[in-house]
């Protein structure tokens, strides 16, 4: 197996030339390849440009995904609204239910958007970046297909179930909390299993309900909740802010998400808060500011070289891979390249030269 160090601009094309291939819109294709690089650059590569670009082709041309389609407003209140997202790209799907979230935030102070019949959506805090680029709180929940199991259970219920809080600070990067819900995403698994690498106990059991260290045991079976009790507890809450929000699939309703033969229907929930409208952004950012101080100035454990504030190891190594170029597997782009099928790609050297 080898590792390729490729530049993020020679990526950045190379996605789109791809995504124009399958009739993907020029706009919509740019805020795709945007989401899947954001998790590429800061070392996210479960949710980088490898392996959901292939995972996205196979979705179009299977027909789970419409390429040209924009969400569709469905109920709107004061400073809430209900989105269909009509089969359409995942991140734009999402960007665009951000977009409005942001936009009833700016006349209300906050702004709730419940958004279904959705897709795939790659990082989920590339969203709430957005919102922070204009001081806002960024909030995003998204529920998945149920591979999790309840605390004590042995079976999925509920999916990895991610959620997302973006913050703005002062003098320091944005605050970024990005988790699943479950102990480890599918993703991370299946790059366990690609480098031929055992995973940590307590993230999966088998398809007979027994702990396993063994990544194919785990994408076989089921994942486990984080912490116990509180990641199940959290990941009902998320099933609830979004399928149960929107009237939309719910818990084990989600339908698989490698099934081609029916849409995915996730749902997204996205909440952007002012803190201008709240005690002030100023003294809200300087509070931030001083949290993160109190983080990284705390004395570290033995063998700890520092503490770190959420995010901020992220936004270290997309500084890093932006200069040095984001690391990709061969094998990574070969299943990608065979994802295609007959689509004849002629960018193939091109992507490495």
Same mark, same amino acid.
């Given at each position: 197996?080898?590792?390729?160090? &490729?530049?993020?601009?020679?990526?950045?094309?190379?996605?789109?030339? *791809?995504?124009?291939?399958?009739?993907?819109?020029?706009?919509?294709?740019?805020?795709?390849?945007?989401?899947?690089?954001?998790?590429?650059?800061?070392?996210?590569?479960?949710?980088?440009?490898?392996?959901?670009?292939?995972?996205?082709?196979?979705?179009?041309?299977?027909?789970?995904?419409?390429?040209?389609?924009?969400?569709?407003?469905?109920?709107?209140?004061?400073?809430?609204?209900?989105?269909?997202?009509?089969?359409?790209?995942?991140?734009?799907?999402?960007?665009?239910?951000?977009?409005?979230?942001?936009?009833?935030?700016?006349?209300?102070?906050?702004?709730?958007?419940?958004?279904?019949?959705?897709?795939?959506?790659?990082?989920?805090?590339?969203?709430?970046?957005?919102?922070?680029?204009?001081?806002?709180?960024? &909030?995003?929940?998204?529920?998945?297909?149920?591979?999790? $199991?309840?605390?004590?259970?042995?079976?999925?219920?509920?999916? $990895?179930?991610?959620?997302?809080?973006?913050?703005?600070?002062?003098?320091?990067?944005?605050?970024?909390?990005? &988790?699943?819900?479950?102990?480890?995403?599918?993703?991370?698994?299946?790059?366990?299993?690609?480098?031929?690498?055992?995973?940590?106990?307590?993230?999966?059991?088998?398809? $007979?309900?027994?702990? $396993?260290?063994?990544?194919?045991?785990?994408?076989?079976?089921?994942?486990?909740?984080?912490?116990?009790?509180?990641?199940?507890?959290?990941?009902?809450? *998320?099933?609830?802010?979004?399928?149960?929000?929107?009237?939309?699939?719910?818990?084990?309703?989600?339908?698989?998400?490698?099934?081609?033969?029916?849409?995915?229907?996730?749902?997204?929930?996205?909440?952007?808060?002012?803190?201008?409208?709240?005690?002030?952004?100023?003294?809200?950012?300087?509070?931030?500011?001083?949290?993160?101080?109190?983080?990284?100035?705390?004395?570290?454990?033995?063998?700890?070289?520092?503490?770190?504030?959420?995010?901020?190891?992220?936004?270290?190594?997309?500084?890093?891979?932006?200069?040095?170029?984001?690391? *990709?597997?061969?094998?990574?782009?070969?299943?990608?390249?065979?994802?295609?099928?007959?689509?004849?790609?002629?960018?193939?050297?091109?992507?490495?030269?």
């Amino acid at each position: 197996m080898t590792r390729l160090t &490729i530049a993020p601009g020679k990526l950045r094309e190379f996605g789109l030339k *791809v995504l124009s291939q399958l009739d993907v819109p020029r706009d919509k294709a740019q805020i795709c390849v945007d989401a899947f690089l954001f998790g590429s650059l800061r070392g996210i590569d479960s949710h980088g440009l490898f392996p959901l670009l292939p995972r996205m082709a196979r979705e179009i041309r299977g027909g789970v995904i419409d390429p040209k389609a924009d969400v569709r407003i469905v109920k709107r209140q004061a400073s809430t609204m209900l989105i269909d997202g009509c089969r359409g790209l995942g991140p734009v799907t999402a960007f665009q239910s951000m977009e409005e979230a942001i936009k009833l935030c700016r006349q209300k102070g906050m702004g709730g958007v419940s958004t279904y019949n959705c897709n795939h959506f790659g990082a989920a805090s590339f969203y709430g970046c957005k919102a922070v680029k204009e001081g806002l709180i960024g &909030i995003t929940f998204c529920n998945a297909t149920p591979r999790v $199991t309840p605390y004590g259970g042995r079976q999925g219920i509920h999916g $990895t179930n991610p959620m997302s809080f973006v913050v703005p600070a002062g003098k320091y990067p944005p605050l970024v909390v990005d &988790i699943a819900t479950s102990a480890s995403s599918v993703g991370k698994i299946s790059q366990a299993l690609k480098k031929g690498e055992r995973i940590p106990d307590g993230w999966a059991l088998d398809e $007979t309900g027994n702990p $396993t260290n063994d990544p194919k045991e785990a994408l076989q079976g089921f994942l486990l909740p984080m912490a116990d009790h509180k990641g199940y507890g959290l990941g009902l809450i *998320v099933d609830i802010l979004t399928g149960a929000l929107a009237d939309s699939y719910c818990g084990k309703e989600v339908p698989p998400l490698d099934d081609l033969t029916t849409p995915y229907g996730a749902s997204f929930f996205m909440m952007v808060l002012d803190p201008g409208c709240f005690a002030g952004r100023d003294i809200f950012t300087e509070k931030v500011d001083r949290l993160i101080e109190d983080c990284i100035t705390c004395p570290p454990m033995s063998g700890v070289e520092r503490v770190y504030f959420p995010g901020e190891m992220e936004a270290m190594e997309e500084t890093k891979r932006a200069k040095t170029g984001i690391p *990709v597997l061969d094998t990574d782009l070969g299943t990608f390249f065979q994802s295609l099928g007959d689509h004849k790609l002629e960018i193939e050297k091109e992507l490495l030269a």
